[in-house]
């Protein structure tokens, strides 16, 4: 089993629906949270980064982090055509260095 | 600056022949980081530098990989007689010690295909 899981999609939405995706991770000793988008051959782009639980937002985009539960969510309002891409989840114990991702969801935003 | 450089973005080689890729990372950052990408994956780790001291190998390093980031500047990594199971996006990211993981910003990668 995996360290990281995260349901691959597809995912496909209307314009303007709220998205929400998740993972679950089993390493109680993950701190650092982060969220990438990544679109067709391109590489990931940050979204969001956490440290530790609580929630965090940044503009249509909210990151929320249960560590009780070992459970990650990223939730998209107003979804738009252009967040059609994938999404990769991402967590590390240490600041220093490796990233466990998840595989990433594939999220498609129909106009 | 504008980011984490690679190069070359997309590479076909022939199975058995040695390959090479460039990563120059934003200029500031002193850590640097190599992840591989399989179709439908998310990256795996492979190896880490701080300057030019390797601190970090992944199991998935094996022996045919290498990496070298002299004068802590840009790295580069070389995979010797190539397999078919080596074909995959080989993703460079770069960060600054002392800014935790929000400044840890990828390049957008050498594909690699083996045929």
Not at chain 2, 20 to 27: A, K
Not at chain 2, 29 to 57: I, M, S, V
Request: with cysteine; hydrophobic share 25%.
């Amino acid at each position: 089993q995996k360290e990281v899981e995260q349901d691959p999609g597809p995912l496909s939405v209307p314009e303007g629906a709220i998205v929400s995706l998740n993972c679950t991770y089993s390493n109680s000793a993950f701190q650092y949270f982060m969220w990438y988008r990544q679109y067709s051959r391109k590489g990931p782009e940050l979204l969001m980064y956490t440290y530790s639980s609580g929630n965090k937002e940044d503009g249509r985009f909210t990151a929320q982090v249960d560590k009780s539960s070992k459970y990650i969510s990223l939730f998209i309002r107003d979804s738009q055509p252009s967040d059609s891409a994938t999404y990769l989840c991402a967590m590390s114990s240490n600041s220093g260095y490796a990233l466990n991702f998840g595989k990433g969801t594939s999220l498609l935003v129909t106009p | 600056d504008t980011g984490v450089s690679q190069n070359p973005r997309h590479k076909i080689t022939k199975r058995g022949q040695n390959v090479t890729f460039r990563c120059d990372p934003i200029s500031e950052h002193n850590r640097l980081y190599w992840y591989r990408q399989t179709l439908g994956q998310g990256p795996e780790f492979l190896t880490y530098f701080q300057n030019e001291a390797q601190l970090e190998k992944s199991r998935l390093l094996s022996d045919r990989f290498s990496a070298e980031r002299p004068k802590g500047s840009f790295s580069t990594l070389e995979i010797q007689r190539t397999e078919q199971g080596d074909s995959a996006m080989y993703l460079c990211a770069s960060s600054l010690s002392g800014q935790g993981l929000g400044g840890y910003t990828f390049g957008s990668g050498t594909r690699l295909t083996v045929v």
